[in-house]
């Protein structure tokens, strides 16, 4: 695994920082794009926490706080898409194949789950602490 950037040795080179992704970016893309895009973002993200640490550990300042900021927003970009495509997909059966209570059930349980997305203990879960989203 990579866990520094070949060019940490240029402190006057400023490295190239792009930008969060957009949900309306996000939604075009297929499962397997996201799943990429989200591992992507963990490498991006394991390679920035580390050279944080070395910085504090050699009292140097980090300054790609920035960065880490934009990796919590694809973070949280991509677990509203992948949410809502499931929303969509158990609507969209219960309205074909169910009843009125199946329907009720699962506005029901879309709710419980939307509020439980935002929960601390729910984001540790899956993998995603609350410092990155």
Partial sequence: MIFF?????????KPVIGREWHK?????????DLHKLWWVCIKERNLLETEK???NRNRIKFEDYGRISLLR???????EVLRERKDV???????????????????KRQKYLNEKMKSKSFRR???VNNRFI
Avoid: Q
């Fill in 24 to 32: 309306s970016e996000l939604a075009i893309k297929s499962f397997s």
């Fill in 5 to 13: 950037r070949k060019d940490i040795d240029t402190p006057n080179k």
């Fill in 53 to 55: 640490i070395e910085c």
């Fill in 89 to 107: 997909r158990e609507l969209s059966v219960a309205r074909a194949f169910g009843s009125e209570e199946e329907l009720k059930k699962i506005y």
């Fill in 125 to 127: 879960a899956i993998g």
């Fill in 73 to 79: 927003k694809n973070f949280k970009g991509i677990l």
